[in-house]
């Protein structure tokens, strides 16, 4: 198994352009969520999915939309980016024993920079 | 308000240096509190859960332990490889757009330098 993967790995974008990072789990995992991680500040949710073809607002959904359209992957969007923006994105799942209290599994990161 | 703190943000240590890290929360109906480790530029690994006051987990030089108000993770004679950052989660009651759930709420971390 791969576990949750996420591409790309590196990413930079001007101010104003779009882009989608892609997660990936082959766990057969229920939940997925997107995070945030910014120096000082922790992790932060941004948005999360309990199952195929559900999303939910987290903590940060602004500036960001995300899909949900097969179990195994769930996309985040950047649909203008910002340079506030700028930060480490992680991808994780959990299975369907809880959303939100249940052991989640991360991937290894998308590293984004808007100039 | 509910939340979830570690201390220290940093600590250095020498090899075989024995020391503790701290995660307090306050919340009430703990429904499990969440360690893991991530080592620069990867993503956070899973180390334990712990559901309940006076439960204690180990792998290798790690023990996780839990009180009402704090868990800690001691890490007995620690070598250069554990040097990482040590994250605590707890899920928190959040209600962000209306309908409310319980989210993994994270602490800032404590980075681990163990030094040879």
């Known amino acids: 198994n791969a576990g949750v993967t996420q591409t790309p790995k590196f990413r930079v974008l001007k101010t104003g352009q779009s882009m989608t990072l892609l997660c990936a789990q082959d766990?057969?995992?229920?939940?997925m969520y997107w995070y945030r991680q910014d120096p000082g500040m922790g992790l932060r949710l941004i948005h999360y999915s309990v199952g195929e073809g559900t999303t939910a607002k987290g903590e940060v959904p602004d500036g960001y939309n995300v899909s949900r359209l097969k179990k195994q992957n769930f996309l985040l969007g950047l649909e203008s980016a910002a340079p506030s923006q700028t930060s480490v994105y992680f991808c994780a799942s959990n299975p369907s024993g809880g959303y939100g209290t249940d052991t989640q599994y991360f991937g290894p990161g998308t590293r984004l920079t808007v100039l | 308000e509910d939340q979830v703190t570690q201390s220290p943000e940093a600590l250095r240590l020498q090899e075989g240096e024995s020391s503790s890290l701290n995660c307090s929360y306050t919340?009430?109906?703990?429904?499990?509190l969440f360690w893991y480790r991530q080592d620069p530029g990867k993503g956070p690994e899973f180390l334990f859960t712990?559901?309940?006051a006076g439960e204690e987990k180990e792998k290798e030089r790690l023990k996780a332990t839990l009180t009402k108000k704090e868990s800690f993770l001691h890490i007995t004679a620690p070598k250069p490889e554990d040097s990482a950052t040590y994250l605590c989660?707890?899920?928190?009651?959040?209600?962000?757009?209306?309908?409310?759930?319980?989210?993994?709420?994270f602490g800032k971390g404590t980075k681990l330098s163990v030094i040879p």
């Open positions: 989660a707890v899920p928190l009651y959040r209600g962000y757009s209306g309908a409310g759930s319980y989210q993994l709420t």
């Open positions: 712990l559901y309940s």
């Open positions: 766990m057969n995992h229920e939940y």
């Open positions: 919340v009430s109906g703990l429904r499990g």
